[in-house]
């Protein structure tokens, strides 16, 4: 656990997102999101917020391309 700086919990955590799920929903994909984050270095989700702006920013450029 040291090794891959994880929690013993960590290694339990079995939840998966499945988006093609019927219960499929914003509030669950954000709280397993949150689970993980939480326990990170302030550092680490600072670039991780960083990552997902920039493909957010990438998608939407697509989608105003093709549009």
């Known amino acids: 656990m040291n090794a891959l700086d ?3 919990g960590d290694l339990f955590d079995f939840r998966e997102i499945d988006v093609n799920s019927s ?3 914003i509030t669950s994909v954000l ?5 993980f984050l939480k326990e990170k270095k302030t550092k680490d989700v600072k670039i991780i917020h960083r990552i997902t702006k920039d493909i957010f920013n990438s998608i939407e450029g697509t989608h ?4």
């Open 31 to 35: 709280e397993v999101h949150y689970q």
């Open 6 to 8: 994880i929690k013993a």
């Open 64 to 67: 105003l391309k093709e549009g």
């Open 23 to 25: 219960h499929f929903e």
